[in-house]
Structures are given as C-alpha cells and as structure tokens.
C-alpha cells in the first residue's frame, strides 16, 4: 500500500511540475519523466524518452557525453549533487541553462538502485545576473567618459551607491536620497522642457515601473546640464532597468556620460551646412526657410523684403582678380550684419547678390533709410577698390502689401531690382 501511494504521488509530482525531473536506473537508462523534461530534448512523448540512454535522446551528442559523464561521476562519489548550473539543450538552437540537483537512490540495504534529476531553467536569471554584475561594475570602476553613476533601488526608493569624477569642468551633484537626485537634475537641466527634464520631473515609483512593465530596458537622453563649477556641457543620460538578484526589486541605474565634445561639433557642423562658407552669412535654402517661418508665425505685421545686387561686380574680378572680388563680397557681408538688426534674415544668393528680411517696420520712413544705409555700405566697402566704379541695386517689396508669400515678395523684389538697374544703378526701387 504505501509503495503504490508513493508511486502515485510520484506521477502526481511528474504530471504537475514545470522543473525538468527525470528518473534513471543504474545504468542510466530513463524510467521517467516530466513533460518539461520531454520538451527540452525535443521530444513530444514521455514514451520517447522510458526506455533510452541519453546518447540516444539527444541530438547534441557532445551534450550527451557530458551528462554521461557527470552520471558517471556522481554513482562512483556516491554523494547527491546539489544546485549544479549546466547547459540544457533547446531546440531553437539558443542557449539555456538549468540549475540541476540528482539525488542518489538506494534500497533499505544501501545499494543503488536509481537516480533522480531535477532541473529548473534558471535561464533568464543567468543572463539577468550576468548583466546586473556588468553593470554593477559603474560602482566601482567609473569609464573615463562618465562623470556619474546612480544606483537606485525603486522598490526601497533609496540610493544604494553614487559615484562620480571629474572631467574636465566641473562635475555632477552628490545625492544621499532620490529626492535630492531629481531635484539637482531637474535644477541642472538648462531646457527645462526637454525630455530629460520631464522624466525628472516625474521620477516615481508608478512611473518607473509603468516605463519597465512596458518592456523598456533602457532609455537614453542627451541635454545641456549646468555643472558644479557654473559651465555648462552636453551630458547623455542612460538609464537601465536590473532586477536585484538578490532582493529582487526593481532597481535603477543612472549613468551621465560626457560628450560634449561630440555635440560641439555636431553643432558647428549644423550651423556650417546653413551658411553660406565664403560669406558667412545665411545661406540661400537657410534664408528662406527662416523668412517663411517669419511670414507664417508673424502674418499680422509688416515685413520688407531687399535685394541687393553689386554693379559693376564682374569688371571689379576681370579687372583685380577673382580673390579681390571674393574679399569684397566678405567685407560686405560683414558691413550687412551690423546694418540689420539680430532680429532680422540676411543672407547670400549667390554670386555678388544678397537678400535681407527686416522684420515688424512700423512706418515706411524705416524702410528709405535702411535702403539708403545699405547703397552707403557698400559705396564704403567700394572705396578700398577705386580702380573699379562698384555700386549696388536694391530692389524693395512689402508684405503683405506686394504678396504674402516668400515667392510672391521674391517675385516682385527681383522686378524692383531690375528696375533700379535700368533706371541708373546705385539706387534702390519700391515694388508696384
């Protein structure tokens, strides 16, 4: 009686368990078998497994000689084998690992007569530790790019281990508790409103776990932060999700690394592709793409459009040189910056012409005057040249009066232009 009992607790055991259990006779032969167990060999019945060796269930044959092996090993040592991390097999050809026990059966007399395995797939606990200790390696061994690590237990909402260098300037704030880590990031962000600042800003248990049951690992976010010296640098943040291995909570890495040196030079490489290089002045795509920008956001005012071309600019090349001409144009683009206000859109054509936006006139009077500073500028640049009688056209036109798009003041600009060119050079036409 109590050995059926036992027998049937045992298939009871096998038919309810999602561990890997299998049951072997002396000469390692399967009895026994769960279906996980079945499943991890790539079997589809336990019937394929009663009977067999495990040179014959499994199709990796070098996997086999090591379970083998290790049977081998452990009926000689006669003593269970506990906890024992192994490969098992999977059958997408992936990796897994199994935290394996075998327990040696005996007889009232001592003899062996079995072996029972179990196994659990510590799989995604393996590779989950293997990560949380490379990460853990920020507490102790800060990389040269990375002024600051946080390690934030969100479950305990406490800071369990800060770090931080300097590099360079300045460096990142100290913080004993989450509150006060926020609070000097947020402090520290100088676009308030970038994400960065907004995730801060809402830095809370629910939301970090919102963010990592959504299955989000990681997140990334690059800002200009203020740092303890006054400076002000680009930092990328990084921010991973770990589970403590050995708590279990949620936990919280936060990494601010150095790269201000990139983003400086990304920058100067995004202002380069908007200027015009000889001039320095906004390019032709850039001008207009910023005076479109001022039409639509400001419809309600008044705006000028000018055009100005240089008379007389290719006998001042044929004459002195193309290098002469080239240092006119830029001592004239330079006098053409301080003749507008920041406010306002000057920018180069192309060849010996130039186009501004002067942005919300209040009276027509403005405009003759600044039409009159500009024929000035660039008489005053013409006067280091005397050999060549170098003079400007400016052709005028009004918005919303003569359009209301960039084409249209273009357009009737240009017109002007040519106009003022017709009618004697050196003089500057309003748009009809």
Known sequence: MEKALMKAAFEAMLESTTDMVFLKSPDLVYQAASMPFVKMVGKEAVSEIIGRTDMEIFADKELAKRYVADDHKLLESGENLLDYMEPIADEDGQARYGSTSKYILRDNDGNIIGLLGVTRDITRDYFARQRYQQELKYLFELPEDTYAVCYVDVDDWRVISQRKQNIEKGTIQ??????????????????A???????????????????????????TFKYERLMTDGSKRWVRNEIRFLTDVDSGNLCVMLTAKDIDAIKQQEQKMMVAARLDQMTMLLNRETSMEYIRQVLSN????????????????????????????????????????????????VGRIGGDEFFALMRNVSEISQVERKAKDLLSVVNKVALSYPQVSVSGSIGISLYPGNGRTLEELYGKADSALYEAKRGGKNRYVFAK
């Open 174 to 191: 100290t913080c004993q508790t989450v509150e006060e880590m926020c609070n000097a990031a947020i402090e520290s962000i100088v676009d």
């Open 193 to 219: 409103e970038c994400e960065a600042a907004i995730f801060y800003r809402n830095f809370t248990h629910a939301k970090l776990w919102s963010i990592y049951a959504s299955g989000r690992s990681s997140m």
């Open 298 to 345: 400001e419809h309600d005012r008044l705006h000028v459009l000018f055009m100005l071309d240089i008379d007389n600019f290719k006998a001042l090349n044929d004459t002195l040189g193309h290098q002469v001409g080239d240092e006119f144009l830029i001592a004239l683009a330079k006098e053409l910056k301080h003749t507008f206000r920041e406010s306002d859109v």
